[in-house]
């Protein structure tokens, strides 16, 4: 067995490294903990982002693959936990919890046709009620002891005892104690139901997560050095270099974003059909294409930020601080790092959270229009898109469409409400 | 101020140049006149000769940027890139793929869309601009915190669901309206209604929230301390200062969204059947139909910019301190 890394996964690996070593290194600034300090101490806050890493736990956790000896096929961790699910598949649709499948098959039994309910594979038929206390048992543990942990860490940090930690641990137990519920009982049940093809829903809502997240969170490592660098350079030196930067996000903001979008995509499609020798795997084939998406949704949306830091830049290079700077004679880049791009901060932060929900929302979208992910990927997109019809059947057939939604809903959710929390402490304007 | 609109116009052409250098590049370099011709005529068996044939016939036969063969000026004008770009300034966006004419497809589609997209843009307004002006007349209370509430969890419901879940309550359990397709005329009407609604519903989260931060910055301005203090009602204060005052931010962003109104809703229109601009261009991708999009990405651009001007002209109808061409 040994590891293997897409392209992906490298870079979701080298942005937490980076995150996690920025944001040590901002913690040393006493004024910067005492910003997020204040935005912690809404109980919002807190559910929004405990919300927030449970997802980026899963995302993380599908990201590590390897491969298994004695076997050519690419796992994640995430896989690996759900093997039995992957081995088994269902033939049809089944509802969530059921036994047996959802349509009626012909069979032939002793001469005589008819019309029966086909039992499913996966499932046992375990009570529910008693797999559910051993569920519930196994959760309490597991958040039980994370809490202990915590709770021990936080006693050497007493100035964060203020914050609303009990929030954030009611939180965390439920989000555990409720995922525990559904993988235990994954084992006897298909607990969100199977699809067309006979896939375990609930599988592909989670694997679904990294699809997401990845856009959401990679799209802005394209967005950010794009819309800093410009944006500053046209506020901060003006005259030729300003004309032809707005001049850059005027042609760029006029092409319907959807469309340069779908072009960009059509075309990288037909280029990938015409050299197939390029990739091994499917893996490998819709890995590159995610990469892909990623650049073209960062080329396409650094423009708003880009305006917004531009005009910032412009107001703020007129503030006394910065004339006296200058009158100092420091240099013009020393001004931009160490006065200018300290005070825009907050317009980056606020969008870069405010972008990652408006951009897992555009992945469903352009995956209905067929420019989104690969098909053959697990995306919350391509879950909607191709349950769509399904609901033209009669009975209903909900649960696909219902858990993509579900899983989106509350990521967009947590992350609407961190940002404005954000906005709320950050932004100058709101400091009467 | 006509001095004005003319120089705006004379700005825009080297912007439409930008687009239709980056269409381009998307279109021919990556994807080149040889690879469209093997595209086309099949992948087996195609002979060089049948690929300058097919390039003379839809006229791809000439060089990309720079004409080495021509003389003077020709060596500029007589490529690929000018002569296409001339002809989608001049509206003329020939023939699509399945040989049918662009410019007239477009123009009979346009009304499809608008009477989805007018109809969804003028209620959304009217609607978003009259709850957040209540909100604001009743901030800080109970009211507010909910409906701002409610507003961040619209916000965080993806546009498919609002479709789908609207035309499964509306056509399917409750049979009011026809779950998708088209008429003209007056019949129209019940095709319509369930797009418009679905439209306005899932732009209030967001829609709400911005008007209300415009005026609730407008509330902590002088004037409406002014305005008070001279005993003004709290409506009074509201909807004839605050309102107007908070029109120029409003202005810049609704006004650019009025001409892109034409190019229709890509989602809503396929999922409803509306033959407009919108299913169109879905329809184009579907088939990698690269005319059509090309066509729809310049007239895109060309709308924006449209709007872009209109929003300037529109300061000076709201703002008498703005004076344009100064």
Not at chain 1, 54 to 83: K, N
Not at chain 1, 91 to 113: C, H, N, W
Not at chain 2, 229 to 248: D, Q
Not at chain 2, 284 to 297: H, L
Request: hydrophobic letters at 50%; a positive charge; one cysteine or more.
């Amino acid at each position: 067995m040994h590891l293997t890394f897409l392209w992906t996964d490298i870079m979701v690996w080298l942005l937490v490294v980076s995150l996690v070593f920025w944001g040590w290194n901002l913690s040393k600034s006493h004024q910067v903990q005492q910003q997020w300090h204040e935005i912690f101490r809404s109980h919002v806050a807190m559910i929004s982002v405990v919300v927030l890493l449970f997802y980026l736990f899963f995302a993380l956790l599908d990201s590590l693959h390897f491969i298994r000896s004695g076997s050519s096929e690419m796992v994640s961790l995430l896989d690996w936990l759900f093997t039995h699910q992957t081995q088994v598949s269902e033939r049809t649709y089944s509802a969530p919890f059921a036994t047996v499948e959802y349509t009626q098959s012909l069979m032939v039994k002793d001469g005589i046709s008819q019309q029966v309910y086909l039992p499913l594979k996966h499932v046992t038929g375990a009570s529910i009620l008693l797999q559910s206390l051993w569920a519930l048992l196994l959760g309490g543990a597991i958040s039980g002891a994370l809490i202990v942990l915590h709770r021990h860490w936080r006693k050497r940090e007493a100035h964060t005892s203020e914050l609303p930690w009990r929030t954030a641990y009611i939180t965390l137990s439920f989000l555990i104690l409720l995922f525990t519920w559904l993988y235990w009982l994954s084992f006897d049940y298909h607990v969100l139901g199977t699809d067309k093809v006979g896939g375990d829903v609930f599988y592909q809502s989670l694997k679904s997560i990294r699809t997401g997240v990845l856009i959401g969170v990679l799209t802005t490592l394209v967005t950010l050095p794009l819309a800093i660098f410009l944006g500053v350079s046209a506020g901060f030196f003006r005259g030729w270099v300003d004309d032809l930067i707005q001049y850059i996000y005027t042609t760029l903001n006029s092409i319907p974003s959807v469309l340069l979008i779908a072009a960009a995509v059509l075309l990288m499609q037909v280029i990938m059909d015409a050299h197939p020798q390029w990739f091994s795997t499917t893996q490998e084939r819709s890995d590159i294409r995610l990469l892909f998406l990623v650049l073209i949704l960062g080329i396409t949306s650094w423009t708003g930020l880009c305006r917004l830091l531009r005009a910032e830049t412009l107001k703020l290079s007129q503030v006394e601080f910065v004339t006296a700077a200058r009158a100092f004679g420091v240099s013009k880049m020393g001004i931009i790092r160490r006065h200018i791009i300290p005070n825009l901060m907050h317009i980056i932060l606020i969008s870069v959270v405010l972008d990652f929900s408006g951009l897992v929302l555009t992945e469903a979208v352009l995956s209905y229009v067929g420019v989104g992910v690969d098909p053959t990927m697990y995306s919350w997109g391509n879950m909607i898109n191709q349950a769509r019809l399904e609901m033209a059947r009669d009975p209903m057939v909900w649960w696909s469409l219902f858990s993509a939604f579900i899983f989106m809903f509350v990521l967009v959710l947590s992350a609407n409400l961190l940002s404005d929390r954000i906005q709320v402490v950050l932004d100058p304007r709101n400091k009467r | 101020m006509l001095g004005y609109i003319v120089r705006r116009i004379a700005y825009a052409i080297p912007i439409l140049v930008g687009v239709n250098l980056i269409t381009f590049m998307l279109f021919f370099m990556v994807n080149t006149p040889d690879d469209m011709a093997r595209a086309q005529l099949g992948a087996k068996r195609v002979t060089p000769e049948m690929i300058e044939a097919w390039k003379i016939d839809k006229g791809y036969d000439k060089p990309l940027f720079i004409n080495k063969e021509a003389s003077g000026v020709g060596r500029i004008t007589d490529t690929l890139f000018v002569q296409e770009s001339l002809k989608l300034f001049r509206f003329d966006f020939g023939l699509s793929d399945a040989n049918r004419n662009i410019a007239k497809d477009i123009k009979e589609r346009m009304i499809p869309s608008l009477s989805i997209a007018l109809p969804t843009f003028l209620i959304a307004l009217i609607t978003n601009i009259s709850l957040a002006l209540l909100l604001v007349l009743f901030r800080g209370s109970v009211l507010d915190t909910g409906m701002m509430m409610i507003a961040v969890m619209m916000m965080s419901i993806s546009g498919l669901f609002y479709i789908i879940a609207g035309q499964v309550l509306f056509s399917k359990i409750w049979h009011w309206v026809p779950i998708s397709g088209y008429a003209s005329g007056w019949e129209s009407i019940k095709f319509v209604i369930l797009p418009i609604l679905i439209g306005v519903l899932s732009g209030i989260g967001s829609g709400v929230r911005w008007y209300r931060s415009i005026f609730l910055e407008q509330m902590n301005q002088d004037y409406v301390r002014t305005a008070r203090a001279k005993g003004l009602s709290e409506i009074r204060v509201m909807f004839v200062h605050v309102l107007k005052n908070g029109m120029l931010p409003i202005l810049t962003g609704v006004v650019v969204v009025i001409p892109t109104l034409f190019m229709g809703s890509l989602i809503m229109e396929s999922f409803f059947g509306i033959p407009g601009l919108g299913s169109y261009t879905i329809d184009a991708i579907n088939a990698q139909d690269f005319a059509i999009v090309k066509a729809m990405v310049f007239l895109g651009s060309v709308l924006y910019i449209v709007g872009l001007i209109l929003t300037d002209i529109s300061y000076t109808l709201f703002d008498p301190r703005v004076k344009l061409g100064e």
